[in-house]
């Protein structure tokens, strides 16, 4: 392309041994660098727009709710579950062995 710029003006594709070659352009890749400051300036320019181009999520923060009492969080909604007893079994030779051994 570069050597020959005249074989991709205008139609932007040439074909040869029943080969096409042309130029199209690429998809690109949207960069936000500083996304605050993107924010600010969807809301300046475009504020009838906003709630389009502002992705706005709410959830409700897990670790947070982990912290109240079983009562409180079914006053939310939130149910707890998994909290039965489950058979653990550990392999517990190894500790023996350390015990047993001379230094």
Do not use: Y
Not at 58 to 80: C, F, N, T, Y
Request: proline letters at 5%.
């Amino acid at each position: 392309m570069q050597e020959s710029p005249e074989l991709f003006a205008k139609p932007k594709s040439v074909v040869f041994q029943r080969r096409e070659a042309r130029l199209q352009k690429a998809k690109g890749k949207m960069v936000i660098e500083d996304e605050e400051k993107t924010l600010k300036l969807i809301r300046k320019h475009f504020p009838d727009q906003a709630e389009v181009l502002i992705n706005t999520v709410e959830s409700p923060a897990k670790k947070a709710l982990e912290q109240l009492a079983v009562d409180d969080l079914k006053k939310l909604g939130v149910q707890v579950t998994g909290t039965v007893d489950v058979v653990f079994a550990k392999d517990t030779a190894a500790e023996v062995d350390k015990l047993v051994e001379p230094s």
